[in-house]
């Protein structure tokens, strides 16, 4: 049985940044959405498109790889 790393997140700000997993920085759908100024159909469309980062689901939220989607999002402007 592995033993898990538990974090204690001290301030308000902390908890509301969402997950870090492994020190990867990762970015949950709302936050993307904002980022990239899209809706959450758009956004829909992109993680059911060929390519797109899988997020992973905690809670029932998606976070998202941000160099993995800054990745793919380069990766289109090439493509056009």
Do not use: C
Not at 22 to 29: L, V
Not at 42 to 67: C, D, M, Q, S
């Amino acid at each position: 049985m592995r033993k898990r790393k538990i974090t204690v997140l001290t301030r308000k700000e902390d908890a509301r940044q969402g997950p870090n997993f492994e020190g990867g920085d990762f970015i949950p759908g709302p936050k993307l959405r904002a980022k990239f100024g899209i809706s959450a159909v758009t956004l829909w469309r992109w993680r059911h498109e060929n390519g797109f980062p899988a997020a992973k689901v905690i809670n029932g939220r998606l976070y998202f790889p941000v160099t993995a989607v800054s990745a793919w999002i380069a990766r289109q402007g090439d493509a056009a």
